[in-house]
């Protein structure tokens, strides 16, 4: 799965930009990605959001347990891949028939967040069990929300493309052949909104995430980390 965003919607993270401006490398731009991705994949499908938003992805070798799929409701846009161990409760907490499936739960976990507000984002991909990465776009408020399992079991990625798109994506080498060295690991049990202002921990939603420069041979250009006390941190690994 891929999504690609202008600045209009996401402001793209520094550290990413330091990466790539500390070693340079070649990149291509969002339209140029888009394109590479549908070509590599015979069964794609790419959807043109208003201006400055690209989304697509495909059923190409996906994980039999971990599955893509891809959803619009009220113009909200979902990208999933992966499985929640208590989707069954969770269609009944949100009040869903029995067939919803998981990119439908978190558009309406979704949904809940900004209807409720203040409703605190980390409850809503809190409660989720499972392995799993998701990617959505709200139309309708120019809204980004990016979420990450606590153990990183579906691999996301996110880089800056040549024109300053940020891109998501499951497939790390699709990225670093566009964004360089401009390209992190997304941290595991961590979810990205702009209705926040960034990057946040879901079970310590208050504490303050890093990124340590990665070393030359690395393909990241950076390492999130976060501090889970003042006595010690827990590093969120690339990989």
């Not at 967040?113 to 139309?139: Q, W």
């Not at 990183?152 to 566009?178: E, H, M, Q």
């Not at 990124?211 to 501090?227: L, N, Q, Y």
């Amino acid at each position: 799965m891929l999504g690609v965003f202008s600045s209009e919607i996401v402001s793209p993270p520094d550290e990413l930009v330091a990466a790539g401006s500390r070693t340079p490398s070649p990149k291509i731009t969002a339209n140029a990605l888009i394109n590479r991705f549908c070509q590599s994949n015979a069964s794609a499908v790419s959807v043109q959001v208003g201006d400055h938003v690209q989304l697509a992805y495909s059923h190409d070798n996906e994980s039999v347990i971990q599955p893509r799929s891809f959803a619009v409701k009220d113009e909200i846009f979902c990208l999933f891949e992966g499985a929640l161990d208590n989707l069954g409760s969770l269609r009944q907490q949100y009040g869903l028939a029995k067939s919803a499936n998981e990119v439908i739960l978190v558009i309406e976990a979704y949904k809940a967040l900004r209807d409720r507000a203040p409703y605190p984002p980390n409850h809503v991909v809190g409660h989720l069990s499972g392995n799993f990465a998701f990617i959505v776009f709200d139309k309708s408020t120019s809204t980004l929300f990016v979420a990450s399992d606590q153990f990183g079991k579906v691999p996301l990625s996110w880089g800056i493309t040549a024109d300053g798109y940020v891109a998501f994506a499951d497939d790390a080498d699709l990225l670093k052949g566009a964004c360089g060295k401009s390209l992190a690991s997304f941290p595991q049990g961590c979810f990205y909104s702009t209705t926040v202002g960034g990057l946040r921990s879901y079970e310590n939603p208050k504490n303050v995430i890093t990124a340590v420069p990665a070393t030359d041979e690395e393909i990241w250009g950076a390492t999130f980390k976060f501090s889970q006390s003042q006595s010690h941190s827990s590093e969120i690994e690339g990989g």
